[in-house]
């Protein structure tokens, strides 16, 4: 399976950090990029259970491909929610139940920085993201 656009962009600009500290910077940036979610997007019925940090995902199906915009009140999970939509965003269902966030966020060079809460949160997302796609 391929990698989306985004993915391989986001593997060469992580490849390219050094060490923990740029890529705690790249970060941020990645972060900042989310596109805001407007104020009936951030509803009861798009948060995400199972984050310790408010998380709300919208996602849409274009032709068999899924298309996700996530957001968060925690500026570091929103570096890793930029992550993890450049990874599945314009996947198909079956591609995004077969995705491995540890093994993605391993090719970055985080998944030692993802404390198990983190990760744990990630993965509820991932699994909303894999409820979405199964009710469509």
Do not use: K, Y
């Amino acid at each position: 399976m391929s990698l989306p656009t985004g993915a391989e962009q986001a593997l060469v600009a992580f490849g390219q950090c050094p060490g923990w500290e740029q890529r705690a910077r790249l970060l941020m940036q990645w972060g900042e990029r989310l596109p805001a979610l407007s104020d009936a997007e951030r509803c009861e019925a798009n948060r995400v259970h199972g984050c310790e940090s408010q998380v709300w995902l919208v996602a849409e199906q274009q032709d068999q491909c899924w298309q996700f915009r996530a957001s968060s009140d925690a500026r570091l999970l929103r570096g890793l929610l930029s992550l993890l939509l450049a990874r599945v965003n314009g996947l198909s269902g079956a591609d995004l139940a077969a995705i491995d966030l540890s093994d993605w966020f391993g090719q970055l060079g985080l998944a030692r920085q993802l404390s198990p809460s983190r990760s744990n949160g990630l993965n509820a997302v991932l699994q909303r993201m894999r409820e979405l796609t199964e009710r469509a």
